[in-house]
């Protein structure tokens, strides 16, 4: 059974700083990844999606790359801010979506 | 982008009474919508996967008699807690993919918050 994993569990940043969220997973054989964020108490907010061919993504100050022969993912967010305090899931797409633990990021101003 | 409308945002009801949760796909047809439940601090729980047209997919650890889903049509798929107790008490949230391969996107609904007194 697939696994999702996401270190660090939490992570807390100033303002400004560069970061890089990461993400695992046990079986290669995915169709894709998606990366959310997850505001409190809201529903998810889709960042980027990767197709299993693909090696990265890019929107705005988010870069999210994968290495399917490692089982890995990053979303490498860039110059961050308060608002990015939030969430962030990893998901990846094999016969279902399975999810990741989270890591909980604080942007400090 | 598509939109995924879920409906009601919060409710509460007492014990032993029913609640029905709605997921809408705005403007595109889902072939297939998800049902997941989340725990305060906890990862969001697949609960249930439906087709349009067929019966609903549960996880193992779901019960399918309290927690009924109906996809009766591609853009709208209902989760209906039965009995509900004050251990159902979640965040709820849908999700739809569309048409085609599982390369489609996701899209979520705003999510159902339940209290069950």
């Known amino acids: 059974k697939q696994e999702v994993t996401q270190i660090p569990a939490a992570l807390s940043v100033p303002e400004g700083e560069n970061l890089v969220l990461n993400c695992s997973f046990t079986?290669?054989?995915?169709?894709?990844l998606q990366w959310f964020r997850q505001d409190p108490g809201k529903g998810l907010t889709s960042l980027l999606l990767?197709?299993?061919?693909?090696r990265e993504q890019t929107s705005g100050r988010l870069n999210a790359s994968l290495d399917k022969s490692s089982g890995r993912s990053t979303l490498y967010i860039a110059a961050s801010q308060p608002g990015d305090s939030a969430t962030y899931l990893c998901?990846?797409?094999?016969?279902?979506?399975?999810f990741g633990t989270g890591t909980s990021l604080t942007v400090i101003p | 982008g598509a939109v995924v409308s879920q409906h009601p945002s919060w409710v509460i009801c007492k014990s032993g009474t029913s609640v029905k949760i709605e997921c809408r796909s705005l403007?595109?047809?889902?072939?297939?919508m998800f049902w997941y439940r989340q725990f305060p601090k906890q990862s969001l729980m697949l609960m249930a996967t439906?087709?349009?047209?067929?019966?609903?997919?549960?996880e193992q650890g779901v019960e399918k008699d309290k927690f009924l889903i109906n996809h009766a049509s591609l853009t709208l798929s209902t989760l209906t807690v039965t009995s509900a107790h004050p251990e159902d008490s979640s965040f709820y949230i849908c999700?739809?993919?569309?048409?085609?391969?599982?390369?489609?996107?996701?899209?979520f609904g705003s999510g159902t918050q339940l209290s069950v007194l």
């Open positions: 999700s739809a993919q569309g048409q085609g391969s599982t390369n489609e996107k996701l899209f």
């Open positions: 079986d290669s054989a995915i169709y894709n």
């Open positions: 990767i197709q299993s061919s693909q």
């Open positions: 998901a990846v797409s094999g016969n279902q979506f399975y």
């Open positions: 403007d595109f047809q889902a072939t297939t």
């Open positions: 439906s087709n349009e047209g067929s019966k609903a997919t549960y």
